[in-house]
């Protein structure tokens, strides 16, 4: 029995120092200790709205200027799939304790493999969903439709699928919104609109927050 026990305690100490080996050669790695320094050194208030995702909320860097009024904790990491926002839930998600939470992502996931399909991305987000719901049961979750970036063009197809299941799944769901700002960001020809766009087209300007902007002010929780 002793060395069963002994035996046990080895493999839990194997597998968390694993989990953070894994943790630690991430990508993103530098950003979540960037969170925590930023934490340690002006703790956040909780019950604030939290921002979670990829490089759209990074860039964001005004974002607290775009809705005054109201405490916004701005965790997006630039590069970041639904899989990382998964694995990073615990550390930069949970801690805050958000009554609201805004998400931003799934354009990323298929970027990065042409092969991804519409399906897998929606129930990624999906995984990611009840996942938060688990812990913070009573928290808003809000998603931000994938955009029309123009240099992603040629997956059109694929996010407005995924756009589309995503909204569905929330219909589903008791405190939820899904915010379409696909349609606004599209001109008179139903194609991107290149001036909302810095020059990679793909990451917004100031124009494009704007249309943001107006499309979350009215699903803020006071």
Same mark, same amino acid.
């Given at each position: 029995m002793k060395h069963t026990k002994l035996l046990l305690i080895f493999f839990f100490i194997l597998g968390s120092f694993t989990a953070f080996a894994q943790q630690k050669g991430s990508p993103f790695a530098s950003d979540i200790r960037r969170f925590k320094q930023i934490d340690f050194a002006n703790p956040p208030k909780t019950?604030?709205?939290? $921002?979670?995702?990829?490089?759209?909320?990074?860039?964001? =860097?005004?974002?607290?200027q775009y809705f005054p009024g109201y405490d916004?904790?701005?965790?997006?990491? *630039? *590069?970041?799939?639904? =899989?990382d926002l998964i694995m990073y839930a615990n550390e930069?998600?949970?801690?805050?304790?958000?009554?609201?939470? $805004?998400?931003?992502?799934?354009?990323?996931? $298929?970027?990065?493999?042409?092969?991804?399909?519409? *399906?897998?991305?929606?129930?990624?987000?999906?995984?990611? $969903?009840?996942?938060?719901?688990?812990?913070?049961? *009573?928290?808003?979750?809000s998603y931000i439709s994938m955009k029309?970036?123009?240099?992603?063009?040629?997956?059109?197809?694929k996010f407005v699928t995924s756009n589309q299941q995503i909204s569905d799944f929330l219909e589903?769901?008791?405190? =939820?919104?899904?915010?379409?700002?696909?349609?606004?960001?599209?001109?008179?020809?139903?194609?991107?609109?290149?001036?909302?766009?810095?020059?990679?087209?793909?990451?917004?300007?100031?124009?494009g927050y704007k249309i943001w902007q107006k499309e979350i002010n009215p699903r803020l929780i006071k």
């Open positions: 019950n604030s709205i939290l $921002f979670y995702g990829s490089s759209s909320f990074t860039k964001w =860097t005004d974002v607290q916004i904790i701005n965790r997006g990491f *630039g *590069g970041s799939c639904l =899989t930069i998600v949970f801690p805050y304790q958000p009554r609201q939470i $805004f998400i931003y992502c799934g354009e990323n996931d $298929f970027a990065v493999n042409d092969t991804v399909s519409a *399906g897998l991305v929606t129930n990624r987000f999906i995984k990611l $969903f009840n996942l938060i719901r688990a812990k913070l049961p *009573g928290v808003q979750i029309p970036s123009p240099s992603r063009w040629y997956l059109a197809d589903s769901q008791v405190n =939820t919104s899904y915010i379409n700002i696909w349609d606004k960001m599209l001109n008179k020809n139903n194609l991107p609109d290149s001036a909302l766009y810095v020059d990679d087209w793909l990451h917004m300007n100031a124009e």
